[in-house]
């Protein structure tokens, strides 16, 4: 019976043990069936009630006070629906609730939108548990994923000088630079890719491995930055964020584990490097991406003065705070100094002829 | 001139040249655009119904949803107003939707074998008003949110109660049904 009972708090399909127990009690079974029934009509009518749950979030948003949050047409829609809405909410107490929940929803999502994305102060605790967090998987794995997708691969080249950004089925990112080639399998694609040239990978996190296959190396990781460089004998991977496993392609069983602003290199036939320390703007400045670990203001500005070509100031209080943080090659200058100064509660100004303050 | 306050954020994560830019039809900026919105939205969604595999296909058609609507945007200063409008249609859309695939357990095979005294509960036939008043007003409201979409989960979370009780609720429920439908 405790069985039959959980029944009706699940989502998924009905399993035979519990078809057969229905089957076996007529009685219950009829309950069942008109529990269901209870429940489809509900939903029925709930939707009847409340055709359009668009408009039900507009009247929400409306009611608790951000009616400038809509447009003028979506303000008319909800005049027109007002009588819907009002029935509804009468008719059934806990669109109430519903319409908390939606408030509430609106609540989150500002706080995502002013939170900072991929710029905080990174301590070493915080790099211990990034470090510590990134899974390395077997290496049966890899070399099933190295093999199994060699056929009907995507080619991405760029030549030399080049910059190209492209986006992964599973929402990784690569930056190809300088002729630097990319294959991967589009239509299939099982989180691997084979790289020549140059080329830095954001990897978003996910359940399974992304393996990179590069001249004489395997490179295995889950969520992580790290850059590459190679020709037709060797890899070096430099390593910003997460953790990654570096193997020669003939020795997967003998990888060496790079920790964040650590390199390696393989050469074809050789096992790894050991993991060596690196600066990362220096060891990454190939990719065009700007690297600050708690770099000091001054150091910064010089950095984006060179890069920008245009001048930038930064106030006697801040010249020695020290930031971090990660931007791409597409970033503009006002958006960087803008993320930078969040982090110390600064501000920029812009002037005309000296160009960018910080202060 | 000061031209950027950072009290609080950075404004122009979307600042509105980025956006008219986007509209205007450069590839670059609406790339940056939509991948920044990308970390937003997907930070929405983690927060309101955990890390499900569904969160990919939440953020990638709210993102659809912002990428049909930008040309129509009229300000671009509007943008964070219309993306979130987008992740709550996108929401709402995912509750609603969430039984869909499950019907299977309203079982056919069940339905078409009970008698004609059991079939007239079925679909619209069931009495709304009656079976409501064999419920407390708070199984009723458990039971609306549950019909709405919501998990029990976060019908606790609204209710400021436990996930287990509302759970009881719904079989204390079913057993007050049971009996007043079976006699």
């Known amino acids: 019976m405790q069985d039959v009972l959980n029944l009706l708090l699940q989502d998924e399909p009905l399993t035979p043990v519990q078809r057969a127990a229905l089957t076996k009690d007529p009685a219950l079974r009829a309950s069942v069936q008109r529990w269901l029934a209870f429940r489809a009509t509900l939903r029925a009518h709930l939707d009847e009630a409340l055709p359009e749950r668009r408009i039900f979030v507009l009247h929400t948003l409306m009611e608790a006070g951000h009616a400038d949050e809509l447009t003028e047409a979506e303000r008319t829609e909800v005049a027109a629906s007002q009588g819907i809405m009002t029935r509804a909410l009468e008719q059934y107490p806990a669109l109430r609730d519903a319409a908390d929940r939606i408030a509430e929803d609106r609540a989150v999502f500002m706080a995502c939108w002013e939170q900072p994305v991929r710029i905080r102060r990174l301590t070493p605790t915080a790099w211990r548990i990034a470090a510590a967090v990134a899974l390395i998987i077997g290496f049966g794995t890899v070399f099933a994923l190295f093999f199994a997708t060699n056929n009907a691969e995507t080619p991405i080249a760029v030549r030399d000088g080049g910059l190209e950004r492209v986006q992964l089925p599973d929402g990784s990112i690569v930056h190809l630079i300088e002729e630097g080639m990319l294959l991967y399998d589009a239509k299939d694609f099982a989180r691997h890719v084979s790289v020549r040239g140059n080329a830095f990978f954001d990897i978003v996190h996910a359940d399974a491995p992304f393996t990179v296959a590069s001249p004489g190396a395997v490179i295995t990781v889950l969520g992580t930055r790290f850059g590459i460089q190679s020709d037709d004998n060797s890899t070096m991977v430099v390593l910003e964020s997460g953790r990654v496993s570096l193997a020669a392609e003939h020795a997967l069983d003998q990888p060496v584990l790079l920790s964040p602003k650590e390199m390696s290199r393989v050469v074809r036939g050789n096992l790894p490097d050991a993991p060596a320390a690196v600066d990362l703007a220096q060891a990454l400045h190939w990719t065009g991406y700007l690297f600050f670990d708690a770099t000091p203001m001054f150091q910064v500005s010089r950095v984006l003065q060179d890069r920008f070509e245009v001048a930038i100031a930064v106030s006697e209080a801040l010249k020695d705070e020290q930031v971090s943080g990660t931007f791409e090659p597409g970033d503009d200058i006002a958006y960087i100094l803008t993320t930078l100064a969040t982090t110390l509660d600064a501000v920029v100004e812009r002037d005309e002829s000296a160009g960018f303050i910080v202060r | ?183």
């Open chain 2, 1 to 183: 001139m000061r031209q950027k306050s950072l009290a609080g954020m950075p404004q122009n994560r979307f600042d509105a040249l980025l956006v008219q830019r986007a509209q205007q039809g450069d590839a670059r900026a609406r790339d940056q655009l939509l991948r920044r919105l990308q970390a937003v939205l997907r930070s929405f969604f983690v927060k309101r119904i955990g890390r499900a595999p569904v969160i990919d296909d939440l953020v990638q058609n709210t993102l659809l949803r912002v990428h049909n609507g930008l040309e129509v945007l009229k300000d671009p200063e509007r943008l964070k107003a219309f993306a979130m409008k987008a992740a709550l249609f996108e929401l709402q859309d995912y509750y609603r939707g969430r039984y869909s695939p499950k019907e299977v357990l309203y079982d056919p095979h069940a339905v078409t074998t009970a008698s004609p005294a059991q079939s007239a509960w079925a679909g619209s036939q069931v009495d709304l008003e009656r079976a409501f008043a064999l419920l407390t007003p708070h199984a009723r409201r458990i039971l609306e949110l549950r019909e709405y979409g919501y998990r029990y989960k976060d019908i606790a979370q609204m209710l400021s109660t436990t996930e287990s009780a509302a759970k009881m609720q719904v079989k204390r429920a079913f057993e007050k049904m049971r009996r007043a439908f079976c006699t």
